[in-house]
């Protein structure tokens, strides 16, 4: 059993930054791929970014490739997400998730255990 605690979302103008956090309890953090996704209102839940459990090989989607930076610090139990140049449209309830793929995975499927989620709204 993995339990996963979000923490760093906010309100931001454009263009600011804000650096999500997702904290992890169980001795066996490292052996999960870990994931966020996001989910603005009326819309399905959609993936952000991906990231091994080592921490070497990572994903984005296209809509944040340049942006956001998803990495881990396993001693820590710990991963984040790095979020720049922040746009109205990344506005939504961010994820954080474990997968017992070691790469993680780019759908909502393929993890199978949930934090509750941080709201982050940037505003125009």
């Known amino acids: 059993q993995v339990q996963l605690v979000e923490s760093g979302g906010g309100l931001v103008q454009a263009g600011g930054s804000l650096r999500l956090s997702c904290a992890a309890s169980?001795?066996?953090?490292?052996?999960?791929?870990m994931g966020w996704f996001r989910q603005a209102p009326g819309k399905e839940r959609e993936f952000v970014a991906r990231?091994?459990?080592?921490?070497?090989?990572?994903a984005y989607a296209g809509s944040v490739e340049g942006r956001f930076a998803i990495s881990r610090d396993n001693a820590k139990n710990t991963v984040y997400l790095e979020m720049n140049t922040l746009k109205p449209e990344d506005t939504a309830v961010y994820y954080c998730?474990?997968?017992?793929?070691?790469?993680?995975?780019?759908?909502?499927?393929?993890?199978?255990?949930w934090g509750q989620g941080t709201q982050v709204t940037v505003s125009s």
């Open positions: 169980g001795r066996t953090f490292s052996m999960y791929g």
């Open positions: 998730a474990a997968s017992p793929a070691r790469l993680g995975s780019v759908s909502p499927s393929g993890y199978i255990y």
């Open positions: 990231i091994s459990d080592s921490g070497r090989t990572t």
